[in-house]
């Protein structure tokens, strides 16, 4: 079993910056692949960014440049450091964490960009 829990969104102007985390508990290895999705009103769940083996990241390419995912295996923490953020990248914001067995995947957390 995998626990994950994404520290709390909120609302951000465009333009804006913020950070989100996800603390992971239970049978988690700095080897699983872990990433975030995220959910817009009315769309389907779609990956932002996964981690990569050489410690680097995949993204989808409307986030590219300005998003960036990183972890702290020491803390068992997972980040997504979301910069220069528009109106469109509202949504809830999954983290997940893939096992051979299946996906685990927090509550969400809800980022709202507007002015």
């Known amino acids: 079993q995998v626990q994950l829990v994404e520290s709390v969104g909120g609302l951000v102007q465009p333009g804006g910056s913020l950070r989100l985390s996800c603390a992971a508990s239970?049978?988690?290895?700095?080897?699983?692949?872990m990433g975030w999705y995220r959910q817009a009103p009315g769309k389907q769940r779609e990956l932002v960014a996964i981690t990569t083996t050489d410690g680097n990241g995949n993204y989808k390419e409307s986030v590219e440049g300005r998003f960036t995912i990183s972890r702290d295996n020491t803390k068992n923490t997972l980040y997504l450091q979301m910069n220069s953020l528009k109106p469109e990248d509202t949504a809830v914001y999954y983290c997940n964490a893939k096992k051979t067995i299946g996906d685990y995947w927090g509550k969400g957390t809800l980022v709202t960009v507007s002015a």
């Open positions: 239970g049978n988690i290895f700095s080897t699983d692949v």
